[in-house]
């Protein structure tokens, strides 16, 4: 439930790249659980680039 309302509150603030990020880690399911935000956070910035 929380991260429904996270995601709704990144699209409505018009972050949709972050919203999608934060989909695709939470279908992945991986290792991404493990990481701290800030490393989380790193993975995302580099896979977009």
Request: negative net charge; charged residues 15%; aromatic residues 4%.
């Amino acid at each position: 439930m929380m991260m429904n309302t996270t995601l709704e509150q990144l699209r409505g603030l018009r972050l949709h790249g972050m919203a999608s990020g934060l989909q695709e880690q939470m279908a992945a399911g991986g290792g991404t659980h493990s990481l701290s935000f800030e490393e989380r956070l790193g993975v995302s910035s580099f896979s977009v680039q």
